[in-house]
C-alpha cells in the first residue's frame, strides 16, 4: 500500500515513510492510495479473533512494508499496557452500547493509537540506527498520552510543555510522575496558546528541527488514525456474532480523528455493516454546522466541559474533504486555501453527499451533564463529559438499529464535571489513585523560546 497526499504533492510513500513524514511535505494530509475492503468471507474468518490479532489483520491491509511477525510483536506491545483482556471491551447500558476505550495507561481513547504509534517510532528508529527528539505542547490530555506512549523507548526523547499551574492537578501529575530518563515535562509560566507558538517556532527553525531531528506526535499521523480503526471492526463483529447485521456508532468528536477513522472501517467493511456515524460535537460546533447547514467556518473556542474536543479547526478534516471532493487534490488545494483567507467554505451544494456519511449533533453544556446524571440514575453507569456527548447526541438520532457510543475518557479523570452531574467526585481507579504520592519531576522556565530552546539542547539527542 502506497501513501499519498491529499494536496496531491509528493510521490507515493510507503507505511513507514508515511509514519515519519507526519504532515505530508506539501501541507496536505496523508492517505492510502486507495481504500482497501474485505468481503463477507473474510470478515467470517474474523469472527474469533482477539483484539491483537485482529488489529494485526486489520493493520496489514493499510501495512506491506513490516514484516508480519515483527507487526505481530509491536501490536501485542501496544496492548499489553491495557487494563482490560479484551483491550476495548462493551458494555450495555440501556439500549446503548459502550464502546470503553479508557483502559490504557491514561485512561484515555488516545493511548490506543499513540501506545502503537510510540512502538512504530522506535522500531523504526532502531532499524535505521536514527534518532528522534519528539516536542509538543498539551493543554492537559493529549501530553499524557503521548509521554505514557514514548517512556523508555530507545532513540526518543520527549518534551511536552504544559501551562504551569493552569492544566488540573491530575493532569499534570499524570505526566509529571513518569520519570523515565527520556521524558522532560516543561511547565511554561504562561497560557497552552504560549506553549504551543514555542513549539511552532521551534519547529519552524529548520537548522534546530534537522540537527535534532524534531518529530511531532499530534493527530495528523496516519498511523493514528489507522490504529483506531481496529476498534470500530472489533466492534462491529461482536455485535454481528449477537446477531446485530447494521450498526450506527456514535462518536464525540474534535479534531476529527477518531470519527474519520470510523469511515474508513466503514469502507473495509461489507456494504451495510456501519449504516450511520453520528458525529456529536460540544458547543465548539463547526463540524455540526458542516454536517446540518453546509456551513464549515471558524468562530472562537469556548471552554466547555469536554476540553478535549474544544477545537477550532479539526485537523483532520481534510482527510475527508479529499474524499468529498471526488479524490481531487487540486480542488482540496483551493479550498485549503479559500479556508485559510476566509476561515469558512460553503458546502451547502454538497449537503446530500455529506448526509450519506453523517448525521451530526450539537450537545449543550446543560444537556452534557443532564446525560451523565440520567445514564447514571437510569443504569448506574457513569458517562466521563465527552462520552455523555456522544450518548445524548445518540439517543436524539438513533434510529431502529443499535448504536454504539465511543466512551472517549474514564469519569475519573473529569472529576469537576462528574461531581456537577450526580453530586459526588467519581472514585480514582488504580492508575490515578496513588498518583499525589508519587515523585514528580518537571523544569519550570519562562514562556520564552531561547529558555526552551537551550533547555531542549540540553538534552536531547543528538547523532
Ligand atoms: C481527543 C479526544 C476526543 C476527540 O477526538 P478527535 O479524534 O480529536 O475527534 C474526544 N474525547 C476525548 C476524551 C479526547 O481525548
Given at each position: 500500500?502506497?501513501?499519498?497526499?491529499?494536496?496531491?504533492?509528493?510521490?507515493?510513500?510507503?507505511?513507514?515513510?508515511?509514519?515519519?513524514?507526519?504532515?505530508?511535505?506539501?501541507?496536505?494530509?496523508?492517505?492510502?492510495?486507495?481504500?482497501?475492503?474485505?468481503?463477507?468471507?473474510?470478515?467470517?474468518?474474523?469472527?474469533?479473533?482477539?483484539?491483537?490479532?485482529?488489529?494485526?489483520?486489520?493493520?496489514?491491509?493499510?501495512?506491506?512494508?513490516?514484516?508480519?511477525?515483527?507487526?505481530?510483536?509491536?501490536?501485542?506491545?501496544?496492548?499489553?499496557?491495557?487494563?482490560?483482556?479484551?483491550?476495548?471491551?462493551?458494555?450495555?447500558?440501556?439500549?446503548?452500547?459502550?464502546?470503553?476505550?479508557?483502559?490504557?495507561?491514561?485512561?484515555?481513547?488516545?493511548?490506543?493509537?499513540?501506545?502503537?504509534?510510540?512502538?512504530?517510532?522506535?522500531?523504526?528508529?532502531?532499524?535505521?540506527?536514527?534518532?528522534?527528539?519528539?516536542?509538543?505542547?498539551?493543554?492537559?490530555?493529549?501530553?499524557?498520552?503521548?509521554?505514557?506512549?514514548?517512556?523508555?523507548?530507545?532513540?526518543?526523547?520527549?518534551?511536552?510543555?504544559?501551562?504551569?499551574?493552569?492544566?488540573?492537578?491530575?493532569?499534570?501529575?499524570?505526566?509529571?510522575?513518569?520519570?523515565?530518563?527520556?521524558?522532560?515535562?516543561?511547565?511554561?509560566?504562561?497560557?497552552?496558546?504560549?506553549?504551543?507558538?514555542?513549539?511552532?517556532?521551534?519547529?519552524?527553525?529548520?537548522?534546530?528541527?534537522?540537527?535534532?531531528?524534531?518529530?511531532?506526535?499530534?493527530?495528523?499521523?496516519?498511523?493514528?488514525?489507522?490504529?483506531?480503526?481496529?476498534?470500530?471492526?472489533?466492534?462491529?463483529?461482536?455485535?454481528?456474532?449477537?446477531?446485530?447485521?447494521?450498526?450506527?456508532?456514535?462518536?464525540?468528536?474534535?479534531?476529527?480523528?477518531?470519527?474519520?477513522?470510523?469511515?474508513?472501517?466503514?469502507?473495509?467493511?461489507?456494504?451495510?455493516?456501519?449504516?450511520?456515524?453520528?458525529?456529536?460535537?460540544?458547543?465548539?460546533?463547526?463540524?455540526?454546522?458542516?454536517?446540518?447547514?453546509?456551513?464549515?467556518?471558524?468562530?472562537?473556542?469556548?471552554?466547555?466541559?469536554?476540553?478535549?474536543?474544544?477545537?477550532?479547526?479539526?485537523?483532520?478534516?481534510?482527510?475527508?474533504?479529499?474524499y468529498l471532493r471526488g479524490e481531487d487534490p487540486e480542488q482540496v488545494r483551493r479550498d485549503m486555501e479559500t479556508f485559510a483567507r476566509d476561515g469558512r467554505l460553503d458546502f451547502s451544494g454538497l449537503r446530500d453527499q455529506v448526509a450519506r456519511d453523517f448525521v451530526s449533533r450539537r450537545v449543550s453544556e446543560e444537556e452534557t451533564i443532564e446525560t451523565i446524571a440520567d445514564v447514571h440514575r437510569e443504569h448506574g453507569y457513569l458517562l466521563d463529559p465527552h462520552t455523555a456527548v456522544g450518548v445524548r447526541a445518540a439517543r436524539e438520532l438513533g434510529g431502529e438499529r443499535p448504536v454504539v457510543c465511543l466512551a472517549t475518557a474514564h469519569p475519573a479523570k473529569f472529576g469537576d464535571a462528574v461531581k456537577?452531574?450526580?453530586?459526588?467526585?467519581?472514585?480514582?481507579?488504580?492508575?490515578?489513585?496513588?498518583?499525589?504520592?508519587?515523585?514528580?519531576?518537571?523544569?519550570?522556565?519562562?514562556?520564552?523560546?531561547?529558555?526552551?530552546?537551550?533547555?531542549?539542547?540540553?538534552?536531547?539527542?543528538?547523532?
Amino acid at each position: 500500500m502506497r501513501y499519498i497526499s491529499t494536496r496531491g504533492g509528493i510521490e507515493p510513500i510507503s507505511f513507514k515513510q508515511a509514519v515519519m513524514m507526519g504532515l505530508a511535505r506539501d501541507g496536505g494530509l496523508l492517505l492510502p492510495e486507495r481504500l482497501p475492503s474485505i468481503d463477507r468471507t473474510k470478515l467470517e474468518s474474523w469472527r474469533n479473533l482477539p483484539y491483537q490479532y485482529l488489529a494485526r489483520e486489520v493493520l496489514e491491509l493499510f501495512i506491506d512494508d513490516i514484516d508480519r511477525l515483527d507487526l505481530e510483536v509491536l501490536v501485542e506491545n501496544s496492548y499489553a499496557s491495557f487494563r482490560h483482556p479484551q483491550v476495548t471491551p462493551i458494555r450495555k447500558v440501556g439500549d446503548l452500547f459502550i464502546l470503553e476505550l479508557f483502559h490504557g495507561p491514561t485512561l484515555a481513547f488516545k493511548d490506543v493509537a499513540l501506545q502503537l504509534l510510540g512502538n512504530l517510532f522506535e522500531y523504526q528508529l532502531k532499524e535505521s540506527g536514527s534518532f528522534m527528539n519528539i516536542i509538543g505542547a498539551t493543554s492537559g490530555d493529549t501530553g499524557s498520552a503521548a509521554i505514557y506512549g514514548v517512556r523508555g523507548k530507545k532513540g526518543i526523547n520527549i518534551f511536552i510543555l504544559h501551562p504551569h499551574g493552569r492544566t488540573s492537578r491530575i493532569q499534570a501529575l499524570q505526566m509529571t510522575t513518569v520519570l523515565d530518563e527520556n521524558v522532560f515535562n516543561i511547565a511554561i509560566r504562561g497560557t497552552f496558546d504560549d506553549g504551543q507558538a514555542i513549539v511552532k517556532e521551534l519547529f519552524g527553525d529548520l537548522e534546530f528541527k534537522d540537527q535534532y531531528h524534531l518529530g511531532a506526535i499530534n493527530s495528523i499521523n496516519w498511523a493514528r488514525v489507522l490504529a483506531q480503526v481496529v476498534y470500530y471492526v472489533y466492534a462491529y463483529i461482536k455485535l454481528w456474532r449477537n446477531g446485530m447485521d447494521s450498526v450506527d456508532f456514535s462518536v464525540p468528536t474534535g479534531n476529527f480523528g477518531d470519527i474519520f477513522a470510523g469511515y474508513v472501517a466503514k469502507h473495509l467493511l461489507p456494504e451495510g455493516c456501519i449504516n450511520r456515524l453520528i458525529l456529536a460535537t460540544n458547543e465548539n460546533d463547526i463540524l455540526s454546522r458542516f454536517v446540518n447547514q453546509g456551513d464549515y467556518s471558524k468562530s472562537t473556542v469556548r471552554p466547555t466541559f469536554s476540553p478535549s474536543m474544544d477545537i477550532q479547526i479539526a485537523s483532520n478534516f481534510e482527510r475527508y474533504l479529499y474524499y468529498l471532493r471526488g479524490e481531487d487534490p487540486e480542488q482540496v488545494r483551493r479550498d485549503m486555501e479559500t479556508f485559510a483567507r476566509d476561515g469558512r467554505l460553503d458546502f451547502s451544494g454538497l449537503r446530500d453527499q455529506v448526509a450519506r456519511d453523517f448525521v451530526s449533533r450539537r450537545v449543550s453544556e446543560e444537556e452534557t451533564i443532564e446525560t451523565i446524571a440520567d445514564v447514571h440514575r437510569e443504569h448506574g453507569y457513569l458517562l466521563d463529559p465527552h462520552t455523555a456527548v456522544g450518548v445524548r447526541a445518540a439517543r436524539e438520532l438513533g434510529g431502529e438499529r443499535p448504536v454504539v457510543c465511543l466512551a472517549t475518557a474514564h469519569p475519573a479523570k473529569f472529576g469537576d464535571a462528574v461531581k456537577k452531574a450526580i453530586g459526588t467526585e467519581p472514585e480514582l481507579p488504580p492508575p490515578l489513585a496513588d498518583l499525589e504520592s508519587r515523585e514528580s519531576r518537571c523544569e519550570i522556565l519562562d514562556a520564552d523560546t531561547e529558555k526552551v530552546r537551550n533547555f531542549i539542547r540540553e538534552h536531547a539527542l543528538r547523532g
